[in-house]
């Protein structure tokens, strides 16, 4: 038997659900959507500002809306989903642990990879939604100025690549525990030391540089906030979730054996 | 239908079920007895796969557990302990769910979860949200889970735990109505419970089978054990010890001047050599009071002592 695309997306459909039956979307989307907003009003206008002030004193072509708005927008909307992923992922199997009702999925006919992936989906759909809702700041930026449409799509789906590696990395802590708040402080920490990681590069040697410079999460984002979708990058951010799963994996089946 | 053979489970250095074997034949609705920690979950959860064994064979419709799991697991409707509902989830949202999971085709979606849910007698209750309904209901809806994609084998643990007696006799009468189609292993600490709905019962006790038979033949073995009290003025040692050397006397224990005095099984009748003991002894007898062993005094010999076969 191979691998149950229906039986996976009947996780990941009552695990998105779920979602909305509960507060948990509300608040995050609603949350984030506030911030979201209040970020790119205040850029707005202090970009209106500057650029008022190109004018005025005939500098070059004005200000560039890509390095002015669209890269500070996405760029702190990345930081954002650092912080609210723990908290659409921390659920998702530690909840089913505590709840015992893992047992129902694990005792049906489905491999644990349909049930992985299903989790995984139903996290990466509430995103999806997110960013969808975000849409509307691209929109007026068409609509009232002349922004780089290439960098638009490319930050997007930046933002999309790198939170799918922040909930691959939430799928694995909440496989970890039953413990929700423990699952989703691991996220956040994991999350942001992905982030930091090259850090140490700086005073490491020059191979070791490289290689914490190339596993850093937001390294491989600069690309795309630029307007470049390089596929080694993309490979980079794919890796690293099929990592996270079958970590995820492996824990689910070792705990069978314990 | 279940096959188990030399079935043995340890958690770290604890061994929790220890050289299991036994078979259940199609149809038969067989009821796992035993004192809470005997093992009756941890053997139902290698039963539905949801544990490996340490050692042994399990085989579930001629199917290796181990080896082809998704097909054992088809034909499996496992009620765990908790019942495990969704709670944020309405009743017939999540028996769909629960049958999706189980392979049941589209089409037969709608009417697998109707004929669960009449079954169980939750078509009133079944817009209604799971986190809101009772005890007895939640079990319910577990149990409508383990039904919904009409398994060939059932296995339920301890399945009408927190209900009321009504319902406990509508499952009863629901666990007896499904034999014969299907083949059912229940677990209880319960008797009567057991006595009440199964044909078979095995025994279980610090992880190993202690006794497995029929109803009938079980409970005729067990009748036979006879248990005596007598009342005396002066208890006395020698007293005591010349009572235990009463032919079929198993066992005697002093509280004060009350001694109970057990009795093997399939002894005749030896009250007046006790009588006579006890007098020659010179303990003063007031009173001397016989009682059978009841189910209950049976199950707790047979679970409570050690060298019982």
């Keep these: 038997m191979r691998f149950s695309f229906k039986k996976m997306w009947a996780v990941a459909s009552r695990d998105f659900k779920s979602y909305f039956t509960s507060p948990i979307a509300y608040i995050v989307i609603a949350g984030f959507l506030a911030l979201m907003g209040w970020m790119f009003f205040f850029n707005l206008q202090h970009f209106a500002v500057q650029s008022i002030q190109y004018k005025q004193f005939g500098m070059g072509k004005g200000a560039s809306l890509t390095e002015g708005i669209i890269r500070p927008l996405y760029g702190n909307m990345n930081v954002i989903f650092l912080f609210i992923v723990p908290f659409i992922t921390m659920r998702l199997f530690a909840e089913e642990r505590k709840l015992q009702t893992l047992q129902l999925l694990m005792t049906s006919p489905m491999r644990l990879s349909e049930i992985i992936v299903g989790k995984f989906l139903s996290a990466l759909l509430l995103v999806v939604t997110m960013l969808a809702l975000t849409a509307v700041y691209p929109v007026v930026l068409v609509l009232y100025g002349n922004p780089d449409v290439g960098a638009l799509v490319s930050s997007n789906l930046g933002t999309f690549l790198l939170t799918s590696c922040y909930i691959a990395t939430g799928v694995l802590f909440s496989s970890m525990t039953e413990n929700q708040i423990v699952a989703g402080a691991l996220t956040f920490a994991a999350g942001l030391f992905l982030w930091l990681i090259n850090w140490a590069s700086q005073s490491a040697g020059p191979v070791w540089s490289d290689f914490l410079d190339y596993l850093s999460l937001i390294q491989h984002y600069n690309n795309f906030s630029q307007g470049i979708i390089d596929t080694s990058d993309v490979i980079f951010y794919l890796s690293f979730v099929g990592l996270g799963l079958f970590f995820t994996h492996r824990v689910l089946d070792s705990y069978r054996w314990r | 239908m279940i096959d188990v053979s030399g079935l043995t489970k340890f958690y770290g250095p604890r061994t929790a079920v220890n050289d299991l074997s036994f078979t259940v034949n199609s149809g038969e609705v067989v009821g796992f007895l035993g004192p809470n920690g005997a093992g009756k979950s941890t053997t139902m959860k290698i039963l539905t796969g949801f544990m490996p064994a340490s050692a042994g064979t399990v085989k579930v419709n001629g199917f290796d557990v181990f080896e082809s799991p998704l097909e054992v697991k ?223 005094d049976v199950f707790l010999q047979l679970t409570t002592q050690e060298n019982n076969t």
């Design chain 2, 74 to 296: 088809r034909s499996v409707g496992y009620l765990p302990e908790n019942p495990p509902v969704y709670l944020e989830m309405v009743v017939e949202e999540y028996l769909k769910f629960a049958a999706r999971i189980h392979d049941v085709p589209k089409a037969k979606l709608k009417s697998a979860v109707d004929s669960a849910l009449q079954r169980t007698g939750l078509t009133q209750v079944k817009n209604r949200i799971i986190g809101n309904l009772s005890k007895g209901f939640r079990q319910r809806v577990g149990l409508a889970q383990a039904l919904v994609h009409d398994p060939k084998v059932l296995i339920l643990d301890e399945p009408t735990v927190g209900l009321d007696p009504v319902q406990i006799i509508e499952i009863r009468e629901l666990i007896k109505s499904l034999a014969g189609q299907h083949t059912v292993i229940l677990s209880s600490h319960i008797l009567p419970e057991v006595t009440a709905t199964c044909q078979r019962i095995i025994v279980i006790n610090k992880g190993r089978i202690v006794a497995q038979d029929t109803i009938e033949r079980l409970t005729t073995r067990m009748r036979q054990g006879l248990l005596y009290t007598l009342n005396v003025k002066n208890p006395s040692e020698n007293g005591i010890t010349a009572l235990k050397s009463v032919g079929g006397v198993k066992a005697v224990t002093a509280e004060g001047g009350t001694l109970s005095i057990e009795i093997l099984p399939e002894q005749g009748e030896i009250r007046d050599r006790i009588i006579e003991a006890a007098v020659a002894s010179r303990m003063g007898v007031l009173e001397f009071t016989s009682e059978k062993l009841s189910l209950e």
